[in-house]
């Protein structure tokens, strides 16, 4: 069974610009989580989706949104890149329909931006 | 503010030493806590978890304590391995919530 897939897995950006980030999850998955990881605040959650709606969602500027596909592919977007955006960026994946609320979730390796 | 504090930062054992890495939570809701393990270049991986309706859980070399009381909850690996440096989070989250709330994380170096 594959993992969960996210690409790219390394991008050089400029402040001002723009990055979108994908993330296939693992076949049959239909939740996928976003985090930020970063040395000084560690994992910090951005959204879920679930069957393209976003279900939840972190502490973080507008700046930062995402979506979901039908095929519970899922992306993420920065706009306006800020020095403080620079992170690991992981997406993890999860059935999602837990009803005691497992939270299992699977991470893939990350997408690290560096924002010059 | 950080929902879950975990400490130490970093520890450093020679093999066959047992580390502890602690945590500790506020939010009495949270009724599910994992640890993942971290190596470099990857992303974190499930190792353990439970739930508060149990005071211990063991896993192969990977045992949880859990104080209900005190909110505190600890990871003890045992005869511990080289292969067993990583990263090591704690994290928490409620029924029916997706999201975790992880600790700060804990570098642990196995010494041969």
């Known amino acids: 069974k594959a993992g969960v897939t996210q690409t790219p897995r390394y991008l050089i950006k400029t402040r001002g610009q723009q990055v979108t980030l994908s993330c296939s999850p693992i076949?049959?998955?239909?939740?996928v989580s976003w985090y930020q990881q970063t040395p000084g605040q560690g994992l910090q959650f951005l959204f879920e989706?679930?069957?393209?709606?976003?279900?939840n969602k972190g502490n973080f500027p507008g700046r930062f949104s995402g979506r979901q596909f039908s095929n519970s592919r899922s992306e993420m977007n920065v706009s306006t890149l800020e020095l403080g955006d620079s992170a690991l960026y992981l997406c993890?994946?999860?059935?999602?329909?837990?009803?005691?609320?497992?939270?299992?979730?699977?991470f893939g390796a990350g997408s690290r931006l560096t924002v010059l | 503010q950080q929902q879950v504090k975990q400490s130490p930062q970093s520890l450093i054992v020679q093999k066959g030493g047992i580390p502890i890495i602690n945590c500790a939570y506020e939010?009495?809701?949270?009724?599910?806590f994992p640890w993942y393990q971290q190596f470099p270049g990857k992303g974190p991986a499930l190792l353990i978890a439970?739930?508060?309706?149990?005071s211990e859980k063991k896993e192969g070399r990977f045992t949880i304590s859990f104080n209900k009381s005190a909110k505190q909850f600890s990871l003890h690996i045992m005869d511990s391995q080289p292969g067993d440096s990583a990263t090591y989070f704690c994290?928490?989250?409620?029924?029916?919530?997706?999201?975790?709330?992880f600790g700060t994380g804990t570098r642990l170096t196995v010494i041969p």
């Open positions: 439970i739930r508060p309706d149990v």
């Open positions: 989706y679930f069957s393209e709606t976003q279900r």
């Open positions: 993890a994946s999860s059935s999602g329909t837990s009803v005691s609320g497992a939270n299992v979730l699977t």
């Open positions: 939010n009495t809701a949270f009724d599910y």
């Open positions: 076949s049959g998955h239909r939740s």
């Open positions: 994290a928490a989250s409620a029924t029916g919530a997706n999201n975790l709330f």
